[in-house]
């Protein structure tokens, strides 16, 4: 029996998802804003835009939100911090955990202290 996939590499790589800036974004709308009724079509065919994202960015940017015009779904949920403070907190953490480990075995068990010679 024969195979339909040809055997070689795939002939077109997945395509990357595109970020836009904010700055892209607010430039874009107020272009699209300020074009004739009959250019605004070329300007989102041009930048390969649909009007659902003008729409958004519009109403971001009447919310005053120049932060909300980045994605969500893409943006990191959290801003990465340094590796010197992750490594700092990581370093805290063993210490921490070491002295309990030291305070627990210095308390003599069933609370019997010991006896020096």
């Known amino acids: 029996m024969t195979s339909t996939k040809p055997s070689g590499q795939d002939p077109a790589p997945k ?3 595109r970020r836009f800036t904010p700055e892209y974004k607010l430039r874009i ?9 009959g250019d605004k079509g070329a ?3 041009r930048e390969r835009l649909y009007h659902s ?4 960015w519009r109403q971001a940017r009447d919310a ?5 015009l980045t994605d969500h779904r ?3 949920a959290w801003p990465k911090r340094h590796p010197a403070e992750a490594e700092n907190d990581k370093l805290r953490r063993q210490v ?3 002295e309990k480990e030291v305070a627990k075995d210095d308390v003599p068990p069933n609370g019997v202290a010991a006896i020096s010679a």
């Not at 005053?64 to 909300?68: P, S």
């Open 29 to 37: 709308v107020a272009e699209y804003d300020a074009a004739p009724a």
């Open 96 to 98: 921490e955990r070491l």
């Open 74 to 76: 893409t943006s990191p």
């Open 43 to 45: 300007v989102l065919r």
């Open 15 to 17: 395509p990357k998802r």
């Open 64 to 68: 005053g939100a120049l932060g909300r």
């Open 53 to 56: 994202h003008i729409i958004e």
